[in-house]
């Protein structure tokens, strides 16, 4: 391999138990998605990375990931923070082998968990994207959550085209706290979720909500901080807990889909009630949140 082709390609070691078949079932669920694409098990996804756009190539073999630059490389930092960003959308950092553990002999997951063994959960490293996402799903169906986040993409995102295949980046909270709510409402959000996602922009921009921050804080600190901040009930603070911050323990429990899964995976003839869940997952400590990703996947 001569020096030229090194520049343009990176190495990740995964750990033995990951799928990247799994996690790709995952990021492809939608065909309104702009942020990457998916041919042939290779993942395509630009990234803005401060004056740099970084467009690269993932694709899995020989227990590894393989990040391949497209059209040139970037600087040492660029692919710094790709690699770093890779890791994290990956998950490839948690060890899953309690979670694998307790799984063998939860009634609930055995036989989920042996299906998809290998999934990890596919996070939002982006504090702003998750937030945003969040936000945009409450009290709607999915499809036209996806509908929504496109169209956001679209006319406030970064693209970049590169032979002609135009790539996207999600809007920074800069750009989207510089907005009016009327021109999210004109994209079909609700004036309140605009107002939400707007202030939550004004605040990730000002320095008031850093992920950092957030990460040096417990469970319980980080739940108080985000339900104080307007349009963050439980359940979105818990997504963006178990998503953007990786704990492992957020538990989306009011979540339509975890119940839908749940009352599929059990043969239920109704959906379970929060009591009920709570009897289920019971076991599950410390590992609500891959126990809950495991349970979206019966879904797909």
């Not at 990740?12 to 990951?18: E, G, L, Q, Y």
């Not at 630009?46 to 497209?70: K, P, R």
């Not at 921009?205 to 921050?213: C, F």
Request: glycine fraction near 4%; charged fraction near 25%; charge should be negative.
């Amino acid at each position: 391999m001569d020096s030229e082709t090194e520049t343009q390609r990176l190495k990740i070691p995964t750990p033995a138990d990951f799928n990247f078949t799994e996690c790709l079932a995952i990021l492809g669920r939608s065909d309104q998605e702009l942020l990457h694409t998916i041919q042939d098990e290779r993942l395509t996804k630009l990234l803005a990375i401060e004056d740099e756009m970084v467009i690269f190539d993932l694709s899995h073999s020989g227990s590894a990931l393989h990040i391949e630059f497209l059209h040139h490389p970037p600087t040492e930092q660029g692919k710094q923070a790709v690699v770093q960003y890779v890791k994290d959308w990956f998950d490839l950092e948690t060890d899953l082998q309690p979670f694998y553990a307790m799984a063998a002999s939860d009634p609930v997951l055995q036989e989920v968990v042996e299906r998809h063994a290998g999934l990890r959960i596919m996070g939002m490293p982006d504090l702003f994207e998750a937030f945003v996402w969040a936000i945009t799903g409450q009290q709607i169906n999915l499809t036209f959550a996806y509908t929504l986040k496109r169209r956001l993409i679209e006319h406030f995102g970064t693209s970049h085209t590169v032979d002609g295949v135009e790539y996207w980046a999600f809007p920074s909270a800069e750009r989207i706290a510089s907005l009016e709510v009327e021109q999210l409402r004109t994209l079909q959000f609700s004036g309140r979720k605009a107002e939400y996602i707007i202030h939550i922009a004004e605040q990730i921009a000002d320095g008031r909500l850093v992920k950092d921050e957030l990460l040096e804080k417990t469970e319980q600190q980080v739940e108080k901080q985000l339900v104080a901040i307007r349009g963050v009930g439980p359940w979105s603070a818990h997504y963006v807990m178990m998503k953007c911050l990786r704990f492992t323990s957020a538990f989306p429990i009011s979540d339509v889909g975890l119940h839908n899964a749940l009352k599929h995976q059990l043969g239920m003839e109704q959906k379970p009630s929060i009591a009920e869940i709570e009897n289920l997952a019971e076991n599950w400590a410390g590992w609500q949140a891959y126990a809950t990703f495991y349970l979206w996947r019966v879904l797909l």
